[in-house]
Protein backbone atom coordinates (compact mmCIF):
# COMPACT_ATOMS: atom_id res chain seq x y z
CA UNK A 1 0.00 0.00 0.00
CA UNK A 2 2.70 2.54 0.97
CA UNK A 3 4.67 2.25 -2.31
CA UNK A 4 2.06 2.97 -3.94
CA UNK A 5 2.47 6.62 -2.93
CA UNK A 6 5.99 6.81 -1.53
CA UNK A 7 6.69 8.22 -5.27
CA UNK A 8 4.92 11.29 -4.67
CA UNK A 9 7.49 12.50 -1.22
CA UNK A 10 8.59 14.62 -3.24
CA UNK A 11 6.01 17.16 -3.74
CA UNK A 12 5.50 17.38 -0.02
CA UNK A 13 5.18 15.16 3.63
CA UNK A 14 3.25 12.40 3.47
CA UNK A 15 1.27 10.65 6.41
CA UNK A 16 0.41 6.98 5.61
CA UNK A 17 -2.57 5.54 7.18
CA UNK A 18 -4.65 8.41 9.11
CA UNK A 19 -7.48 8.75 11.01
CA UNK A 20 -9.67 11.59 9.76
CA UNK A 21 -11.06 11.85 13.38
CA UNK A 22 -8.14 14.20 14.31
CA UNK A 23 -8.66 16.28 10.73
CA UNK A 24 -12.13 16.74 11.38
CA UNK A 25 -13.58 19.81 13.35
CA UNK A 26 -16.43 17.02 14.47
CA UNK A 27 -14.04 14.89 15.21
CA UNK A 28 -15.58 11.77 13.62
CA UNK A 29 -14.16 9.69 10.46
CA UNK A 30 -12.54 6.64 9.07
CA UNK A 31 -8.75 6.22 8.15
CA UNK A 32 -7.22 7.10 4.65
CA UNK A 33 -4.49 5.65 2.89
CA UNK A 34 -2.67 8.63 3.04
CA UNK A 35 -2.66 12.48 3.82
CA UNK A 36 0.33 14.71 1.62
CA UNK A 37 1.14 18.13 2.56
CA UNK A 38 2.52 19.84 -0.53
CA UNK A 39 5.24 21.91 -0.43
CA UNK A 40 4.01 25.22 -2.52
CA UNK A 41 1.88 25.85 -5.47
CA UNK A 42 4.29 24.36 -8.14
CA UNK A 43 4.38 21.26 -5.94
CA UNK A 44 0.79 20.96 -5.78
CA UNK A 45 0.15 21.19 -9.54
CA UNK A 46 2.96 19.07 -9.90
CA UNK A 47 0.85 16.11 -7.82
CA UNK A 48 -2.21 16.85 -9.28
CA UNK A 49 -0.78 16.06 -12.95
CA UNK A 50 1.24 12.82 -11.56
CA UNK A 51 -2.00 11.61 -9.51
CA UNK A 52 -4.64 12.26 -12.41
CA UNK A 53 -1.81 10.08 -14.91
CA UNK A 54 -1.85 7.49 -12.08
CA UNK A 55 -5.66 7.44 -11.61
CA UNK A 56 -5.29 7.96 -8.31
CA UNK A 57 -8.23 9.10 -5.95
CA UNK A 58 -8.08 12.11 -4.32
CA UNK A 59 -9.60 14.96 -2.07
CA UNK A 60 -8.24 18.20 -1.44
CA UNK A 61 -9.40 19.65 1.96
CA UNK A 62 -8.67 22.74 3.81
CA UNK A 63 -9.07 22.48 7.50
CA UNK A 64 -11.66 20.17 7.49
CA UNK A 65 -14.13 22.09 9.42
CA UNK A 66 -17.17 21.79 7.26
CA UNK A 67 -16.79 17.91 6.45
CA UNK A 68 -18.74 14.95 7.55
CA UNK A 69 -16.42 11.77 6.51
CA UNK A 70 -17.75 8.50 6.79
CA UNK A 71 -16.46 5.97 9.41
CA UNK A 72 -15.26 3.64 6.53
CA UNK A 73 -11.49 3.61 5.60
CA UNK A 74 -11.36 5.66 2.02
CA UNK A 75 -8.37 3.93 -0.75
CA UNK A 76 -6.75 7.12 -1.89
CA UNK A 77 -5.01 10.08 -1.03
CA UNK A 78 -6.48 13.69 1.46
CA UNK A 79 -4.49 16.52 -0.19
CA UNK A 80 -3.96 19.41 2.64
CA UNK A 81 -3.75 22.89 1.60
CA UNK A 82 -3.58 24.78 4.82
CA UNK A 83 0.04 24.65 5.29
CA UNK A 84 1.21 25.42 1.79
CA UNK A 85 -1.40 27.96 0.18
CA UNK A 86 -0.66 30.68 2.94
CA UNK A 87 -0.02 33.75 1.18
CA UNK A 88 -1.82 36.47 1.47
CA UNK A 89 -0.85 39.86 -0.59
CA UNK A 90 -2.75 43.38 0.06
CA UNK A 91 -2.22 45.93 -2.66
CA UNK A 92 -4.29 49.24 -2.12
CA UNK A 93 -7.70 47.79 -1.70
CA UNK A 94 -7.25 44.59 -3.17
CA UNK A 95 -6.29 41.23 -1.48
CA UNK A 96 -4.82 37.94 -3.06
CA UNK A 97 -5.01 35.43 -0.92
CA UNK A 98 -4.53 31.84 -1.61
CA UNK A 99 -6.85 28.61 -0.71
CA UNK A 100 -5.34 27.62 2.25
CA UNK A 101 -5.10 30.54 4.56
CA UNK A 102 -7.55 30.37 7.83
CA UNK A 103 -10.78 32.62 7.45
CA UNK A 104 -10.46 33.87 10.31
CA UNK A 105 -6.89 35.29 9.89
CA UNK A 106 -7.87 36.53 7.18
CA UNK A 107 -10.79 38.52 8.60
CA UNK A 108 -8.44 40.04 11.27
CA UNK A 109 -5.67 40.95 8.41
CA UNK A 110 -8.26 43.09 6.51
CA UNK A 111 -9.15 44.53 9.25
CA UNK A 112 -5.32 45.21 10.51
CA UNK A 113 -5.48 47.22 7.04
CA UNK A 114 -8.76 49.06 7.80
CA UNK A 115 -9.92 47.21 5.13
CA UNK A 116 -14.16 46.52 5.34
CA UNK A 117 -16.06 43.26 3.79
CA UNK A 118 -15.13 40.50 5.78
CA UNK A 119 -16.14 41.66 9.23
CA UNK A 120 -18.70 38.80 8.83
CA UNK A 121 -16.04 35.88 8.43
CA UNK A 122 -14.34 36.44 11.40
CA UNK A 123 -15.70 33.64 12.86
CA UNK A 124 -16.31 31.24 10.58
CA UNK A 125 -13.85 27.96 10.87
CA UNK A 126 -12.03 26.94 8.09
CA UNK A 127 -10.19 27.95 4.93
CA UNK A 128 -10.92 30.60 2.21
CA UNK A 129 -11.04 27.49 -0.53
CA UNK A 130 -13.64 25.45 1.39
CA UNK A 131 -15.04 28.81 2.16
CA UNK A 132 -15.02 30.33 -2.22
CA UNK A 133 -16.52 26.43 -2.86
CA UNK A 134 -19.71 26.97 -0.83
CA UNK A 135 -20.14 30.26 -0.58
CA UNK A 136 -19.48 30.31 3.28
CA UNK A 137 -21.91 33.61 4.78
CA UNK A 138 -23.41 35.18 7.81
CA UNK A 139 -24.76 37.96 9.15
CA UNK A 140 -26.41 38.48 5.56
CA UNK A 141 -23.20 38.89 4.22
CA UNK A 142 -20.97 36.20 1.90
CA UNK A 143 -17.67 35.31 0.02
CA UNK A 144 -18.67 36.52 -3.16
CA UNK A 145 -19.31 40.31 -2.24
CA UNK A 146 -16.71 41.73 -2.74
CA UNK A 147 -14.59 39.06 -4.56
CA UNK A 148 -13.18 40.06 -7.98
CA UNK A 149 -11.66 36.62 -9.84
CA UNK A 150 -10.15 33.31 -8.71
CA UNK A 151 -7.27 31.20 -9.84
CA UNK A 152 -8.40 27.91 -10.46
CA UNK A 153 -7.11 24.41 -11.39
CA UNK A 154 -9.48 22.99 -14.17
CA UNK A 155 -8.53 20.67 -17.21
CA UNK A 156 -5.06 20.04 -16.12
CA UNK A 157 -4.43 23.62 -16.02
CA UNK A 158 -4.44 26.77 -13.52
CA UNK A 159 -6.48 29.95 -15.24
CA UNK A 160 -8.46 32.59 -13.88
CA UNK A 161 -12.04 32.78 -13.62
CA UNK A 162 -13.81 35.93 -13.31
CA UNK A 163 -16.61 36.37 -10.62
CA UNK A 164 -18.99 36.35 -13.36
CA UNK A 165 -18.34 33.21 -14.43
CA UNK A 166 -19.41 31.84 -11.55
CA UNK A 167 -23.11 30.78 -10.85
CA UNK A 168 -23.87 31.99 -6.79
CA UNK A 169 -26.44 31.04 -4.92
CA UNK A 170 -27.07 31.02 -1.23
CA UNK A 171 -24.17 28.35 0.35
CA UNK A 172 -24.02 27.29 -3.09
CA UNK A 173 -21.95 27.68 -6.35
CA UNK A 174 -20.88 26.05 -9.18
CA UNK A 175 -17.91 24.52 -7.86
CA UNK A 176 -20.25 22.13 -6.28
CA UNK A 177 -21.44 20.97 -9.94
CA UNK A 178 -17.58 20.27 -11.19
CA UNK A 179 -15.25 18.79 -8.28
CA UNK A 180 -12.58 18.98 -10.49
CA UNK A 181 -12.19 21.93 -10.24
CA UNK A 182 -9.77 22.94 -7.78
CA UNK A 183 -9.50 26.49 -6.03
CA UNK A 184 -6.01 27.85 -5.61
CA UNK A 185 -6.32 31.38 -5.20
CA UNK A 186 -8.89 34.51 -4.87
CA UNK A 187 -8.44 38.31 -5.60
CA UNK A 188 -10.95 40.45 -3.52
CA UNK A 189 -11.58 44.22 -3.70
CA UNK A 190 -12.43 45.73 -0.51
CA UNK A 191 -13.26 49.10 0.87
CA UNK A 192 -11.43 51.60 3.07
CA UNK A 193 -13.04 51.73 6.58
CA UNK A 194 -12.24 52.83 10.04
CA UNK A 195 -10.05 49.59 11.44
CA UNK A 196 -11.56 50.42 15.41
CA UNK A 197 -15.02 50.21 14.19
CA UNK A 198 -14.01 46.89 11.77
CA UNK A 199 -12.80 45.24 15.12
CA UNK A 200 -15.79 46.39 17.44
CA UNK A 201 -17.90 44.95 15.12
CA UNK A 202 -16.40 42.15 14.91
CA UNK A 203 -15.91 41.34 18.35
CA UNK A 204 -19.72 42.40 18.99
CA UNK A 205 -20.35 39.40 16.50
CA UNK A 206 -17.60 37.20 18.76
CA UNK A 207 -19.85 37.48 21.97
CA UNK A 208 -22.90 36.88 19.94
CA UNK A 209 -21.07 33.52 18.67
CA UNK A 210 -20.00 32.59 22.16
CA UNK A 211 -23.07 33.33 23.67
CA UNK A 212 -25.44 31.37 20.99
CA UNK A 213 -23.18 28.46 19.33
CA UNK A 214 -21.40 25.21 21.18
CA UNK A 215 -18.18 26.62 20.51
CA UNK A 216 -16.88 24.23 23.45
CA UNK A 217 -17.58 20.64 21.60
CA UNK A 218 -16.88 19.89 18.60
CA UNK A 219 -18.79 20.32 15.33
CA UNK A 220 -19.06 21.54 11.94
CA UNK A 221 -20.84 24.38 12.31
CA UNK A 222 -24.54 25.05 11.20
CA UNK A 223 -25.23 21.56 9.95
CA UNK A 224 -28.70 22.99 7.39
CA UNK A 225 -28.64 25.51 5.37
CA UNK A 226 -32.02 27.54 6.12
CA UNK A 227 -35.31 27.09 4.03
CA UNK A 228 -36.87 30.56 2.66
CA UNK A 229 -39.64 30.11 5.06
CA UNK A 230 -38.30 29.64 8.74
CA UNK A 231 -34.95 29.35 10.28
CA UNK A 232 -33.65 25.62 9.81
CA UNK A 233 -33.12 25.89 13.98
CA UNK A 234 -36.55 26.69 14.59
CA UNK A 235 -37.80 24.08 12.82
CA UNK A 236 -35.48 21.17 14.93
CA UNK A 237 -36.93 23.09 17.90
CA UNK A 238 -40.77 22.36 16.24
CA UNK A 239 -40.26 18.93 15.57
CA UNK A 240 -39.01 18.66 19.27
CA UNK A 241 -35.08 17.30 18.77
CA UNK A 242 -33.08 20.46 20.67
CA UNK A 243 -31.24 18.22 22.80
CA UNK A 244 -31.91 14.88 21.02
CA UNK A 245 -29.08 12.69 21.09
CA UNK A 246 -28.43 9.17 18.83
CA UNK A 247 -24.99 7.83 20.06
CA UNK A 248 -22.36 10.18 20.62
CA UNK A 249 -23.79 12.73 18.23
CA UNK A 250 -26.60 15.49 20.11
CA UNK A 251 -28.39 18.49 18.77
CA UNK A 252 -26.80 21.02 20.82
CA UNK A 253 -29.27 22.23 23.69
CA UNK A 254 -27.40 25.77 22.75
CA UNK A 255 -27.99 25.66 19.12
CA UNK A 256 -30.01 23.25 17.59
CA UNK A 257 -28.77 23.49 14.22
CA UNK A 258 -25.64 22.38 15.61
CA UNK A 259 -24.83 18.88 16.05
CA UNK A 260 -21.92 17.78 18.74
CA UNK A 261 -19.63 15.77 19.28
CA UNK A 262 -20.45 14.73 23.20
CA UNK A 263 -19.13 11.40 23.64
CA UNK A 264 -16.87 10.04 20.68
CA UNK A 265 -19.57 9.88 18.25
CA UNK A 266 -19.59 7.90 14.78
CA UNK A 267 -20.26 9.54 11.44
CA UNK A 268 -22.97 7.35 10.97
CA UNK A 269 -24.88 8.79 14.35
CA UNK A 270 -24.65 11.94 13.06
CA UNK A 271 -25.70 10.96 9.63
CA UNK A 272 -28.87 9.48 11.38
CA UNK A 273 -29.43 12.62 13.30
CA UNK A 274 -29.28 14.69 10.12
CA UNK A 275 -31.27 12.01 8.47
CA UNK A 276 -34.03 12.38 11.33
CA UNK A 277 -34.35 15.73 11.54
CA UNK A 278 -34.89 16.05 7.60
CA UNK A 279 -38.22 13.34 7.79
CA UNK A 280 -39.08 15.24 11.07
CA UNK A 281 -39.03 18.57 9.83
CA UNK A 282 -40.59 17.30 6.20
CA UNK A 283 -43.63 15.29 7.54
CA UNK A 284 -44.52 18.48 10.01
CA UNK A 285 -43.75 21.34 7.55
CA UNK A 286 -43.28 20.01 3.59
CA UNK A 287 -39.90 21.51 3.98
CA UNK A 288 -36.64 19.61 2.61
CA UNK A 289 -33.81 20.69 5.15
CA UNK A 290 -30.75 20.87 2.60
CA UNK A 291 -27.72 20.49 4.52
CA UNK A 292 -24.26 22.73 4.81
CA UNK A 293 -21.76 20.06 5.32
CA UNK A 294 -20.01 18.35 2.87
CA UNK A 295 -20.28 15.03 2.97
CA UNK A 296 -16.78 12.66 2.34
CA UNK A 297 -16.51 9.36 1.63
CA UNK A 298 -20.62 8.19 1.52
CA UNK A 299 -21.74 5.84 -1.00
CA UNK A 300 -25.30 7.23 -1.07
CA UNK A 301 -24.82 10.75 0.21
CA UNK A 302 -23.40 14.29 -1.42
Known amino acids: ?18 SLKKYTSLRVGGTIDAM ?3 HDLNALLGLLKELQEDDIPFKIWGMGSN ?23 FQ ?14 MAYLAADH ?11 PGSLGGALFMNAGAYKHDMYECLEK ?62 SQPLDLPSAGSVFRNPDTMSAWSCIDAVGLRGHRIG ?27 CLAQAKVEEMFKIKL ?3 IEFFNWSHHG
Open 114 to 124: ALSGFEFASGI
Open 67 to 89: ILASDVHYPGLIIKLDRCLKSVV
Open 150 to 211: ILVYRNLRAEWVEKNEIEVKYRSTSFMNHRDWIILEAVFNCNNADKERILHTMEERRQRRIA
Open 248 to 274: GAMFSEKHSNFIVNVDDAKAQDVLDLI
Open 36 to 38: IYP
Open 92 to 105: GNKIFVQAGVSLIA
Open 1 to 18: MSERYTKYQSYGEIKLQV
Open 290 to 292: NPE
